[in-house]
């Protein structure tokens, strides 16, 4: 079985960033006639060549760059482990890592935020903008400490803090006919072209409802998965969208026209973590800002 040793593995991530074998062998410290022998012996060991030399440089063959993917992502994830080891040794410093929506992201997370880093001005805050199951998923697996989202979730495993709620909105161009009317039902928007969102969401799942209860046929005319990406096929004049008060008050689109919907679409926003799993220090913290919102 071929094995490469981690010195090896370190010199030929060395050689593809520094591109010369000198360089390489500087940066680890080491001679170049030695640095030549352990790549020579890691070719031999692969059966085939890693570089070919060009200009005086070493150019890296089709192989070598599929290994450097796989060799770099082992490296940074050490790189990573060592900086959370550290933190930990100093006990001054952190890393949390949040999973959510967009929608939640710019608003909830990020008032939360801004009241946690003036107590926690040494903590290292991770953002992962993220579909809703995916949040779930990021959570679960351990990837984040904590996730921001909209229910329902298909994921029941979870443990799940509701914070509160907020509504579904029609925005529209400024010069749309329907922009005469005060609030806009699934009839006067079975007309139009819909920009909406797939069923499997909580979004959607709320849209298609609604329409079914009106007994009118959802008109999508586009499917996307994020609010923001709705606005912005609105304000180019694709159609009408259905989105999250949250996302539509962000001020990001502040040339949309927006109309309230009756009857109203409540959708609730939700903090969730892993069950039978106590927070972190800083995680803790961070959920009692969220809480406060």
Request: with cysteine; glycine share 6%; aromatic share 4%.
């Amino acid at each position: 079985m071929t094995q490469l040793s981690l010195r090896q593995l370190e010199l030929f991530r060395a050689v593809m960033r520094q591109g010369t074998l000198t360089a390489a062998a500087q940066s680890l410290g080491i001679t170049q006639p030695a640095a030549s022998r352990l790549l020579r012996h890691a070719e031999d060991l692969l059966g085939t060549p890693l570089f070919h030399r060009q200009s005086g440089r070493l150019r890296a063959t089709v192989e070598a760059r599929a290994l450097y993917r796989e060799v770099d992502r082992i490296f940074n994830g050490v790189d990573y482990v060592q900086k959370v080891a550290a933190d930990l040794h100093r006990l001054r410093a952190g890393r949390l890592h949040l999973a959510a929506i967009p929608s939640l992201a710019m608003t909830h997370a990020a008032r939360a935020s801004e009241r946690f880093m003036r107590a926690h001005p040494t903590v290292t805050i991770i953002i992962s903008s993220l579909l809703n199951h995916e949040v779930a998923d990021m959570v679960l697996d351990g990837r984040a400490d904590l996730g921001l989202c909209f229910l329902p979730l298909p994921n029941r495993e979870l443990t799940i803090e509701l914070l509160g709620e907020t509504e579904l909105i029609a925005v529209l161009p400024p010069d749309h006919p329907l922009c005469a009317l005060d609030e806009l039902t699934p009839l006067d928007l079975q007309s139009v072209p819909l920009i909406s969102f797939s069923g499997s969401m909580p979004i959607g799942q709320r849209i298609e409802t609604a329409f079914a209860a009106a007994g009118v046929v959802s008109p999508m005319a586009v499917e996307v998965s994020s609010t923001f990406v709705a606005c912005a096929f609105v304000q180019a004049g694709t159609g009408v969208a259905l989105v999250d008060r949250l996302a539509a008050d962000c001020g990001a689109f502040p040339l949309l026209e927006k109309r309230l919907v009756v009857p109203r679409l409540g959708i609730s926003t939700a903090l969730v973590t892993v069950p039978g799993q106590k927070p972190s220090r800083i995680a803790a913290d961070f959920m009692a800002e969220l809480r406060a919102n």
